[in-house]
């Protein structure tokens, strides 16, 4: 299953441009959701509502903060874990080891790093002499390290520090918010990495906040792709184009800004904290002013209720895909801080020009939150991992 997990380039890019030009002819229905019981292994057990021709099963349990995947060249899954809210060092990365096809779940989960300060999002490259790298996002630095394959543990023990950035975690004294980056690779070996802003709305006082940045593998030739995303979590390039989600302010109330996403172009500004998204248009946010105001921020690609929190995505285009989620994107909404807003807490089919579609609901139920989804990684035709980082729990769903 894992093997079949990497797109054709040059066919991932034509069906993507097809996505910005001919999308709105095509007509999706909202599938009808049915009650799956989930069975975990303390004996807790709930219902999650998916399709009734899919499944979810937990794959790996017991992990803490769980968030973002990455596969090794030897076809392994790594996953981060952040550990808890708290700005700590306390985070790991793990192996996802011994995947039975079918029961669906990993035999063992294996520490690979431990001791981490907020681990969100790791990444392998090979360069051009065929040596593989691992590269780790903490929130005071990027590092890589030699990889060496089917190693359990690092056996380089001095990472390169490629970049460092702010990190005076939650308690500085304009906000100190936001203490993830993320990292994805493109075809042609320019390494994206988001940077979330220090606060809910401000004007930032160090450049890289609030910003996408890119670099060569050895971290030379650094360039900001763009700005203004408060918090562009979710990341990952697919074929020749970057995507982000985004995550709008706070102080607007409970109904706006939308949470975006984006397919970014280099050297745009994405408004914050001048500017935000309401139902996919663009308004003036009178807390403040600049003389642009903001009549060159482009619309999102595509928007989310606001305060859901749109996390980790990706794109579904294998000719055996099920029609309901071929040609479309699922994205984890991870769901508003304060659970009274309801927003959130599942994963839905989005398409460029089209409403959301439900793919999995229930994480929130009756007011008490059974999961926060938030990160999905496609590994194979009708088939993806999803990371709970509220209960700590990998899930694997797939068509029956």
Known sequence: MFNSSAPRRSRTFLILSSIFIACTVTSFAQAKLTPHKVQLKKGKAFTLNLPENFEIIPAAEGLKRVRFFAKSPDGRIFVTDMYNLADNKRGAVYILDGFDEKTGKFARVIPYMTGLRNPNSCQFYTDASGQVWFYLAETHQLTRRIFTLGETKPTDTKPEVLRTFPDYGLSYKYGGWHLTRTLSFAPNGRLYVSVGSSCDACVEKEKVRASIISMNPDGSDEREIARGLRNAVGLRVIGENVFAT????????????DETFYALKEGTDYGWPYCYSSKGKIYKDAKFKRAS????????????????????????????????????????????????????????????????????????????????????????????????????????????
């Open 293 to 400: 105001a903001c009549k060159d921020v482009p619309a999102p690609y595509a928007y989310f209720p606001a305060h859901s929190s749109a996390l980790g995505f990706d794109y579904f285009n294998d000719d055996a895909d099920d029609a309901l989620i071929k040609d479309g994107f699922l994205v984890s909404l991870h769901g508003s801080t304060d659970k009274r807003i309801g927003h959130g807490y599942k994963v839905v089919i989005m398409r460029k020009g089209k409403g959301l579609e439900d793919l999995i609901t229930g994480f929130l139920t009756r007011g008490k939150v059974l999961g926060r989804p938030c990160d999905i990684m496609k590994i194979g035709a009708n088939a993806f991992l999803l990371t709970d980082d509220n209960k700590g729990v990998v899930y694997l769903v797939r068509k029956k």
């Open 246 to 257: 985004n995550q709008g302010v706070d102080h607007l109330g409970l109904y706006k800004p």
